[in-house]
């Protein structure tokens, strides 16, 4: 028999919520007895599961079990752009250009992000991204490279981190923040404006269940606009 998708046993587990069958903070089944009621493999469950979360249906606490949100919530889905993408809609030509490419032990800050133990090495990475060969956004970024097992032999100079992390390496969750601040001297050199000018900024680290991929901010240049989905 073959084994049903995950977005068909979230769809499954949605309408058994929607009809009462689970009530709002009601205590649902495991994950492995969902997959034996189903027929499917665990993985497949716990994916119908955190789709469910994500969209604010359900509530996941380790050892504390799955339970029907009391109110639900619509969250807002960010999607991780892919930054080729974005240049390219614009009618110009992408090409990134590296920067930066060192193996060094991580600051105290990305490593508590990258849940990195002391004094351990990460990929650090700085990357212009370019359209018709002018600075689109600049990015900083570390990497777990335990995480990404290939990045180290990855053609960076060719392809973006961005877009070979996002083909090679899944991601489960992630946080995202947006700020706005000055330039300083590296992010104005380059994105070639001046000091001080206003930046909009993606600070962003992904994670695959409880391993932490990467970590990264991206500066846009002054009039940079993001669109979204709710």
């Not at 499917?40 to 969209?55: G, H």
Request: charged share 25%; net charge negative.
């Amino acid at each position: 028999m073959n084994e049903r998708s995950h977005q068909a046993i979230r769809e499954a587990i949605r309408e058994r919520i929607s009809s009462g069958e689970w009530a709002p903070g009601a205590l649902m089944p495991g994950e492995a007895d969902l997959a034996d009621e189903y027929q499917c493999a665990r993985t497949t469950v716990n994916r119908a599961l955190q789709s469910l979360a994500e969209d604010g249906l359900i509530e996941r606490k380790r050892r504390a079990g799955t339970r029907v949100k009391e109110i639900p919530v619509k969250r807002a889905r960010f999607d991780i752009p892919l930054i080729r993408q974005e240049v390219e809609a614009t009618g110009a030509q992408y090409r990134p250009h590296l920067l930066l490419h060192e193996i060094i032990e991580a600051p105290d800050a990305v490593a508590a992000r990258l849940r990195l133990k002391t004094s351990a090495r990460a990929l650090h990475l700085q990357t212009v991204h370019l359209a018709d060969g002018a600075p689109y956004a600049f990015e900083d970024r570390w990497v777990n490279i335990d995480a990404a097992p290939g990045i180290l032999d990855a053609p960076l100079e060719e392809m973006s981190a961005n877009e070979w992390l996002l083909k090679q390496v899944p991601y489960s969750s992630g946080d995202v923040a947006f700020t706005a601040a000055p330039a300083g001297p590296r992010e104005s050199a380059a994105l070639d404006v001046a000091e001080g000018a206003a930046l909009f900024i993606l600070d962003r680290t992904t994670w695959l269940e409880d391993r932490h991929v990467t970590t990264m901010k991206l500066f846009y240049r002054p009039g940079h606009t993001l669109h979204s989905r709710v």
